[in-house]
Nanobody, 128 residues
Framework: QVQLVESGGGLVQAGASLRLSCTAPERDFNRRGWGWFRQTPGKERELVSAIAGSTSSTYYADSVKGRFTLLRNSNKNMVDLLMADLKPGDTAVYFC?????????????????????WGQGTQVTVSS
């Protein structure tokens, strides 16, 4: 079972920036499809951003477009989520996920049930 390792969450004030990182130490996920999701208590998990496998096409939720950037670092077998101008509405537990097949499309990447492996989640809290 592959376990993704997330880091970078924390408590910040509105307007601040954070960088979340996700890596897969035990397997090579170079040029695979990754996704970042977030969840708050009582709500369904929502897709924040995703990148397809070999095409590298990206998706951003409207709520984060222009503020968040997904970076896939193939050399380090990891993916980062750069979050700028954070708002209290961004408060959530953030999860990364990955699919092993390079053909993982952006359409698939937008469906959380298509992912094979998940991280344990990292808390991001934004105070007003």
């Amino acid at each position: 079972q592959v376990q993704l390792v997330e880091s970078g969450g924390g408590l910040v004030q509105a307007g601040a920036s954070l960088r979340l990182s996700c890596t897969a130490p035990e397997r090579d996920f170079n040029r695979r499809g990754w996704g970042w999701f977030r969840q708050t208590p009582g709500k369904e998990r929502e897709l924040v951003s995703a990148i397809a496998g070999s095409t590298s096409s990206t998706y951003y939720a409207d709520s984060v477009k222009g503020r968040f950037t997904l970076l896939r670092n193939s050399n380090k077998n990891m993916v980062d989520l750069l979050m700028a101008d954070l708002k209290p509405g961004d408060t959530a537990v953030y999860f990364c996920a990955v699919h092993y097949q390079p053909s993982f499309s952006l359409t698939q990447a937008m469906n959380e049930h298509e992912y094979e492996y998940w991280g344990q989640g990292t808390q991001v809290t934004v105070s007003s």
